[in-house]
């Protein structure tokens, strides 16, 4: 199961950070992600952490500004998110049993948290 936490209201320029929490499985070997859903729109990868060498990929949009990180001995993985938009508003989720930077290719997902960016 993954549990995610940390999302809320915060103005234009501001910080969050989430936590997805990991429980049964092999998080260690599990490639992690978090993906994002904005009204209206699809949902849209966001990053993702390489279960094997720690190697991370970012979505253009948030590249130099959100950074994602993982720890093992607590299996949770992180989304430190700065300089937050108003475009960054959206339901994220966490997700692993990737093969994929892809939706369609996410074999487990966590519950949504909402993140409001107000400008």
């Known amino acids: 199961q993954l549990q995610a936490s940390g999302g809320g209201l915060v103005q234009s320029g501001g910080s969050l950070r989430l936590s997805c929490a990991a429980s049964g499985g092999t998080f260690r070997r599990n490639t992690m992600a978090w993906f994002r859903r904005a009204a209206g729109l699809e949902r849209e990868f966001v990053a993702g952490i390489d279960w094997s060498r720690g190697t991370t990929a970012y979505a253009h949009s948030v590249k130099g500004r959100f950074t994602i990180t993982r720890d093992n001995a607590k299996n949770t993985v992180y989304l430190e998110m700065n300089i937050l938009r108003p475009e960054d508003t959206a339901v994220y989720y966490c997700?692993?049993?990737?093969?994929?930077?892809?939706?369609?290719?996410?074999?487990?997902w966590g519950q949504g948290t909402l993140v409001t960016v107000s400008s």
């Open positions: 997700a692993a049993d990737l093969t994929g930077w892809r939706a369609e290719w996410v074999g487990s």
